[in-house]
């Protein structure tokens, strides 16, 4: 297969190729040139589907009881719910403002990159090359395998093998996706997220009908403040947000997004709307069934309320809960895959990942750089520990770029802003992001130091890779 690397205003000739034109059958090759690039084919209905595909995972079905245990009420833990949804919809209109702002794929990296420079940047794209999404790729693909083979094992449990091999097996299908065609990736995170919303739907429904029948002995003193542990609820609030976490994805792939001015801020407000409604009512629904103490000893929330009120129906939920970490995984790669390609369009990965294939019009060789990696890490690996170690950078590094939008308001108040918040709005939201990273160092001082400790490294990978010039010949050829 041949890849051409991607044209650049740093070219002084644009790359063309007259053959580079999707045709069907029979159908004759438009004589005119085309630049081998990355298609705008993400609408707002794509846009909508990788949001809310790769935000609702496996947790909503199986263990929501996180935020209840530290909420210290059924009354709270829907306010948490709801106040992280408005929260994670402030993070997302300030991406709206730096996607529409900086029209280039990448996300996370792009805007640290903008904004406090390259080697910011690289420590960055530095954690999650070597731990950060390799994880937790390999934590949502466990989830998908184990959930798969349940009906098939019920009442016994899954062989552990038996788990990380059909894992394999899904890690493989969905960077084969990813590298064939974009717009098969495309319609199957529709299809996943019709999945995903379905299911949810079919919690709802009868939920709400119970409630409607005057289920309601649950709800009573929901608000009972004797019950409200205050001590608990960052934590409660550090679990919610976790769970709307994936609603900057879209930004990854902003150079692929059909008319973004409009498209990206439209995507994300119609998505986290989305979100917040199903998460919430299906909270509502979990209540209308099981009290709070039933909720906190399930295993699998989704499971238990299926059982209780659907019967033998419920072998179907096993099968939901595969098909939404299916679009969590699909979804998270096709979005971090140009976070690399970008990387190394900026010199900070080898040319080769910046490379797209001339007839598929996909960056292969992007897609499957955490392939080994992740493979690795499943079979050999602590994914749960790793985890642990670096979960507290995501939200620095968001807070980060969102408080580098508040010094791009200062710094370059002539940059184009087709859509602009308020500032209050990255102020909450920036404060919130470090008041995480604040409750990890007092929460889990060890496993956040290590973690801070692990994205060090990337000091000196940077001067070693990207700023030290009189590098040996083998080293420049491969950086």
């Known amino acids: 297969d041949i890849m051409i690397s991607e044209w650049n205003s740093e070219h002084p000739h644009p790359v063309v190729d007259s053959t580079c034109q999707d045709t069907a059958p029979g159908q004759s090759l438009d004589p005119g040139p085309c630049k081998v690039e990355l298609k705008r084919k993400v609408t707002v209905l794509r846009g909508i589907s990788i949001i809310v595909g790769t935000i609702i995972g496996a947790g909503i079905f199986i263990s929501p009881k996180g935020i209840l245990k530290n909420s210290g009420s059924v009354g709270m833990s829907l306010v948490v719910w709801v106040t992280c949804g408005v929260l994670s919809l402030f993070g997302a209109l300030c991406y709206a403002e730096l996607g529409t702002s900086i029209k280039k794929s990448g996300g996370h990296y792009t805007y640290i990159l903008e904004a406090f420079g390259p080697q910011m940047a690289f420590m960055r794209l530095w954690a999650d090359m070597i731990a950060i999404r390799p994880a937790g790729l390999a934590v949502i693909a466990l989830a998908f395998g184990r959930y798969i083979l349940e009906p098939i094992f019920m009442p016994c449990g899954v062989p552990e093998t038996a788990i990380k091999l059909t894992t394999a097996i899904g890690i493989t299908a969905v960077m084969y996706i990813n590298s064939m065609s974009v717009s098969w990736t495309a319609r199957l995170q529709i299809f996943l997220t019709c999945s995903k919303l379905l299911a949810m739907v079919i919690i709802i429904i009868p939920g709400l009908y ?4 005057g289920e309601t002995k649950n709800f009573q003193n929901a608000f009972e403040v004797g019950a409200v542990e205050f001590m608990g609820l960052p934590l409660a609030f550090y679990s919610g947000m976790y769970a709307y976490a994936g609603w900057f994805y879209l930004n990854f792939v902003t150079e692929e997004v059909d008319n973004p001015e409009r498209t990206v801020p439209l995507a994300i407000c119609i998505s986290m709307v989305i979100v917040t409604i199903c998460y919430t009512l299906t909270n509502v629904a979990y209540y209308t069934v099981m009290s709070a103490e039933e909720l906190l000893a399930s295993h699998a929330v989704a499971v238990t309320f299926a059982e209780k009120l659907m019967g033998h129906f419920s072998l179907v939920v096993p099968i939901f809960v595969s098909l939404s970490c299916f679009g969590s995984m699909n979804g998270c790669l ?3 895959s140009r976070m690399f390609y970008v990387a190394s369009r900026e010199g900070h990965l080898p040319e ?3 490379m797209i294939h001339i007839r ?8 499957i750089i955490l392939y080994p990696i992740t493979i690795l890490i499943l079979f050999l690996g602590d994914i749960y520990s790793l985890l642990n170690f670096m979960s507290f950078l995501r ?3 968001i807070g980060m770029a969102v408080v580098g939008l508040i010094y791009l308001r200062y710094t370059r108040p002539d940059m184009p802003r087709p859509f602009k918040v308020p500032i209050f709005i990255p102020a909450v939201f920036s404060f919130t992001c470090f008041f995480m990273v604040f409750l990890s160092l007092y929460s889990d001082p060890v496993n956040t130091g290590i973690g801070f400790a692990i994205s060090l490294t990337g000091i000196p990978a940077y ?6 010039h009189t590098k040996p010949k083998w080293l420049l050829r491969l950086s």
């Open 352 to 354: 080769v990942f910046s």
């Open 334 to 336: 096709f979005a971090f």
């Open 210 to 213: 119970q409630l409607f029948k």
């Open 395 to 397: 939200w620095l590094f």
């Open 463 to 468: 001067y070693i890779f990207i700023a030290f």
């Open 360 to 367: 598929r019009h996909t960056p292969i060789a992007a897609v």
